[in-house]
């Protein structure tokens, strides 16, 4: 009797199983027809699409990937890659991915140290932006125009330390807050070879004992952090929904007052909070209306 509950339960798992998987593929061709039927080029879109089927799916998935972590097998992959040569190719993938509930992962020429741009815990897809990296120069206005997908290379200036200009300018005029009284901006890094969990969690263990260390000697309530250098250690959402109160852990820590100011702009253009990710603000009708339930 108990071999037949067994051979039963083994039945039901691999049909739910089954069901799952062929709802996923199914969901999968969807997006793909979506995009070509709502692309003023179908033809054009399907030269940037990139699936696991494709052979340049792995390259290009992995080419701006500078942390072993996030190489493991074991990593959740996006469904399709993306890598739009026009704004309209943008719209198209925005619009699809929202009609068959596809998260989006916009990943772009800057570092990304929580893999937030190409990882997801959800189904999603990879808006890719290397294609737009034309940098242009107005020498008339002082202004360069630097497309999304571009990088600095190695012509970069890192201005860790503060003040001078710097403390003229008031913390409210720019999401950047952390200006008068602070003295330097400290970046924590440690870099390995090694593959695998263990030598990960040594390592990471080993930057956030420094990390704690370094508490006194540091900006206090809030603990201030630089947004371009995601840290997951300074909290994240909650899955679905978060509150403001759960988002206000990181948030005050990367914009201190300027967090509700963005709270407010994320209302009135993403009400749906469509693009989410684990550090993302969230708009005001959804905390408010998770209170009132």
């Known amino acids: 009797m108990k071999t ?19 709802a996923s593929a199914q969901n999968h061709e969807d997006f793909l027809q979506c995009l070509s039927l709502h692309s003023q080029n179908s033809t054009s879109i399907s030269q940037v699409i990139y699936t696991p089927n ?49 998260q989006i ?40 125009w630097v497309q999304s997908g571009s990088t600095v290379e190695a012509a970069e200036m890192i201005l860790s330390p503060y003040g001078g200009k710097m403390d003229e300018i008031s913390e409210y005029a720019i999401p950047f ?35 704690s260390y370094m508490a006194p000697y540091v900006s206090k309530f809030p603990r201030a952090a630089y947004i371009n250098y995601r840290d997951f250690d300074v909290g994240v959402n909650k899955q679905g929904n978060t509150s403001h109160a759960q988002a206000s852990i990181w948030g005050t820590k990367y914009f201190k007052n300027n967090f509700n100011r963005l709270v407010k ?19 005001i009708s959804l905390w408010r209306k998770k209170k009132g339930d």
């Open 54 to 102: 494709n052979s340049s799916y792995l390259p290009i998935l992995q080419f701006s990937i500078q942390n072993l972590r996030f190489m493991s097998s074991d990593t959740p992959k996006p469904t399709v890659i993306v890598t739009p040569l026009h704004e309209s190719q943008i719209l198209t993938v925005i619009k699809c991915s929202r009609t068959h509930g596809m």
């Open 177 to 211: 807050p952390h200006r008068a009284g602070n003295l330097y901006k400290i970046q924590h890094l440690v870099y390995w070879e090694e593959e695998g969990e263990m030598a990960a969690e040594r390592h990471i263990s080993w930057i956030r004992r420094l990390y």
């Open 265 to 283: 702009v994320k209302t009135m253009v993403d009400p749906g909070n469509f693009f989410r990710n684990e550090q993302s603000i969230p708009p």
């Open 4 to 22: 037949r509950s067994i051979s039963g339960l083994s039945f039901v798992f691999v049909l739910l199983f089954s069901s799952s998987w062929a």
């Open 105 to 144: 992962r916009v990943r772009s020429g800057g570092h990304d140290y929580e893999g937030l741009s190409y990882v997801s815990e959800l189904p999603f897809v990879i808006l890719d932006m290397i294609n737009f990296k034309s940098i242009t120069v107005d020498t008339e206005t002082s202004t360069a």
